[in-house]
């Protein structure tokens, strides 16, 4: 079953202050849990860019950038931040079985988990494959003058894409994403 994408993407994402996920539904935005939970992640095709409206005062918007190294572009307002974006799968917990929710954000939090799951994932690219993982508790950890948290997951197997996510225009889209949903009430990261 291709994975259907509606013109407003549904999205899921972390707010590490409340260590809390939230995704996107038709009634609006819901609190969900993924710890124990496996996930797909097509951690390949990540992508950085540029997002504004991650304060909650309006729709958030994620400009790509290519490339993944090098020096990034200027921002296209002042406000944007540098974002990492990807695309997850989690029937069980997200509650829909063939949508691909996309998860972009700036949070440290957010950054260091793709960043992590880049690096451990990196040997296998090139092959279809895509890493199911399932999180643990978070983490706290110090961040300069405050508290964060650090996502803790595992790798615990390897899964096909085209099986994972059927549909592989899904993560191409120039104007992917979350970038059309509208912030949860307080939703601040």
């Known amino acids: 079953m291709p994975i259907a994408m509606p013109i407003r993407r549904p999205y899921i994402r972390y707010a590490p202050s409340r260590d809390e996920w939230a995704i996107s539904s038709k009634a609006g935005s819901r609190f969900i849990s993924l710890e124990g939970q496996a996930v797909a992640i097509d951690i390949e095709r990540v992508r950085r860019g540029w997002l504004t409206g991650h304060d909650g005062s309006g729709k958030r918007k994620f400009t790509p950038v290519p490339g993944l190294d090098g020096p990034m572009p200027p921002p296209p307002t002042a406000e944007a931040k540098p974002a990492l974006s990807l695309f997850a799968l989690a029937p069980k917990a997200f509650g829909v079985a063939d949508i691909a929710f996309e998860m972009t954000n700036w949070t440290y939090s957010h950054c260091e988990f793709v960043t992590r799951l880049y690096n451990e994932c990196e040997p296998r690219f090139g092959r279809g494959l895509v890493p199911l993982i399932v999180f643990g508790p978070s983490q706290p950890i110090q ?4 508290e964060t948290r650090l996502l803790a997951y595992r790798v615990v197997d390897w899964v096909p894409r085209n ?8 993560s ?6 979350a970038s059309d949903a509208t912030e949860p009430e307080g939703w601040a990261g």
């Open 143 to 146: 961040f300069g003058d405050h």
């Open 163 to 170: 099986q994972a996510f059927p549909n592989p225009d899904r």
């Open 172 to 177: 191409h889209s120039q104007n992917a994403g």
